[in-house]
């Protein structure tokens, strides 16, 4: 990936220094998490806010450790991700299919926009609350919540990707009597892949905002829920801990589309020599 | 296969719900076996002419067959190159030549095997796992030929296949489809704006007038085969390629 960080370094100096400027600037994103690590135990050590509005970093790591072994982080962080799960799943498929539909037949866009639209312009949180009223607190309106926000990026893209389908090789498929199906799987799924993989990694982080927004409407469980209640405790190392629980979801859901990515689009990888 | 149009017309419909005549009406007959190069101003329907041939276009009016069989829909004995090399860019070279196969149904070994035959006539056997982006313009457009070989059609349909290249990968590949050509025997319409290529390579060239496109001159090339790029020192070179000219550009106009 870092092709212009592998050229060589033309002075022969820089060699006695024990590690190289390319091994630096991989390292280079650690040093912001590390700096960020310090500053945030330099304001604790220097006392400028009370412990219980900025608790310092042991007390946070204190925190985690005893919510892992009470099971309680365990416990909600499982509800969240099943609800991301099945909203990220549900809202996906409904964006993908509608969103083809679309591409496919576009007086179907004309037909539907005034209701995408409006739709989307809302703030997904003002949703929330009248979701709840229609499917109840269970998690079934935090798996809508998630759904809804998840729909829009993903129907966007595929409308999108499909539209940008090469006509010449449209053109190519047809002359060669390709099924729909065959058009489908040869020609439209591959060419369309970069553009909703890309959507997907956004998708994939909204997920994580549609659930928790679920979860503070609703209370009950979930990441969200603990959030609120931890702080209503005045438990500020509990809800750093999930705040960052949360992040770390988000990441992992990101990094495994990048990983999707580079298994699927190996192509994109191999340029001119 | 012969290909016969007889009396074609193809219109389009304008925005303003008017109709744009882009073709004919025009009637033309080509032989089994036979190479015919069309050439004429940009814009005069070749490509139309191509695609209704192809099976992709509707003719307004008039008909177009294969073995005098009416075309209506893309047929399998008939293969068209388009003029940039069209391929996909998530596909090797092997599976860009198999696509054909591949949609037809045959197996991957076969498949394989195959293209693997037909790799060193197209000079491409040391790039057969590269992806397009790897290719140069002429590897890309050999690649794009290859596809169209692969089919074992019975006529090819070239809408100016090398139009993109430059005049000295051009003079080599297309002598390398004339080739190609002499072992298959295929009928050939090739579309090209280069008459000097028309006239090397053709039994006859076809003159197209400006849109809508008519037949304006019909040339018989009566040079030996095979054809060497040393003809076009030759007087009856030189003649053919100016009659081909002259029913381009009219010296009246
Ligand atoms: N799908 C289409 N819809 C509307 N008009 C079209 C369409 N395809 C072609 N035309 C029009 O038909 C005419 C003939 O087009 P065509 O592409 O066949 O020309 P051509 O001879 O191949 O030109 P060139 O040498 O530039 O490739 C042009 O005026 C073009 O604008
Ligand atoms: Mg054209």
């Known amino acids: ?273 | 296969m012969k290909l016969s149009l007889r009396e074609l017309v193809v219109d389009f419909r304008t925005p303003d719900q008017g109709r744009l005549p882009a073709l004919g009406p025009i009637s033309l007959e080509v032989l089994p076996g036979e190479f015919v190069c069309i050439v004429g101003p940009s814009g005069c329907g070749k490509s139309t002419l191509i695609r209704t041939l192809g099976g992709l276009q509707p003719a307004t009016s008039g008909s177009v067959a294969g073995d005098d069989l009416p075309i209506t829909r893309p047929l399998s004995t008939l293969a068209i190159m388009f003029q940039d090399a069209n391929l996909m860019p998530w596909r090797t070279v092997i599976d860009n030549i198999a696509l054909p196969l591949e949609l037809a149904g045959v197996d991957k070994a076969r498949r394989h095997e195959a293209v693997y035959e037909l790799l060193p006539q197209l000079h491409l056997q040391d790039f057969a796992l590269s992806y397009p982006a790897e290719l140069s313009g002429g590897m890309a457009q050999r690649v794009a030929l290859g596809r169209v070989i692969v089919q074992r059609p019975r006529a090819l349909l070239l809408d100016e296949p090398f139009g993109a290249l430059d005049a000295m990968t051009r003079e080599k590949i297309s002598l390398e489809l004339l080739d190609l050509w002499r072992k298959g025997r295929q009928t050939v319409v090739m579309v090209t704006h280069d008459i000097n290529e028309a006239v090397l390579l053709a039994d006859r060239v076809v003159v197209m007038s400006s849109r809508p496109g008519k037949l304006v001159a019909d040339i018989t090339i009566d040079l030996e085969r095979p054809r060497a790029i040393n003809m076009i020192y030759r007087e009856t070179f030189l003649r053919l390629a100016r009659e081909a000219r002259a029913a381009i550009d009219p010296p009246d106009s």
Do not use: C
Request: aromatic share 8%.
């Open chain 1, 1 to 273: 990936m870092a092709e212009v960080g592998e050229t060589k370094d033309p002075k022969p100096r820089s060699r006695t220094i024990p590690i190289s400027l390319v091994q630096l600037r991989r390292l280079s994103p650690l040093f912001s998490v590390i700096a960020l690590l310090l500053l945030w135990q330099l304001i604790t050590s220097a006392e400028i806010y009370p412990a219980f509005i900025v608790p310092p970093p042991a007390a946070v790591g204190e925190a985690f450790r005893e919510a892992l072994q009470s099971g309680l982080l365990v416990k909600h962080l499982g509800v969240t991700l099943e609800e991301m799960f099945l909203g990220l799943i549900l809202g996906l498929g409904i964006g993908l299919s509608i969103g083809y539909a679309i591409a496919k037949l576009p007086i179907l866009e004309y037909t539907l926009s005034p209701v995408i639209v409006a739709f989307q312009s809302t703030p997904i949180v003002a949703y929330a609350p009248l979701l709840v009223i229609w499917f109840g607190s269970g998690p079934t309106s935090k798996i809508v919540t998630t759904a809804v926000i998840v729909f829009f990026p993903s129907l966007v893209n595929t409308i999108v990707a499909v539209r940008a389908v090469s006509p010449n090789l449209r053109d190519l498929m047809n002359s060669l009597n390709a099924t729909p199906w065959q058009t489908f799987r040869q020609l439209e799924l591959p060419s369309a892949l970069p553009v909703v993989l890309a959507g997907l990694k956004t998708s994939a982080t909204l997920a994580v905002i549609g659930a928790v927004v679920g979860e503070f409407v609703t209370q009950g469980s979930g990441l969200g829920f603990l959030v609120t209640s931890a702080r209503n405790q005045y438990d500020t190392p509990l809800v750093i801990v999930t705040v960052l629980t949360m992040t770390a979801i988000a990441l992992s859901l990101y990094s495994f589309v990048v990983l999707l990515e580079w298994r699927w689009l190996a192509w994109r990888r191999r340029s001119k020599p």
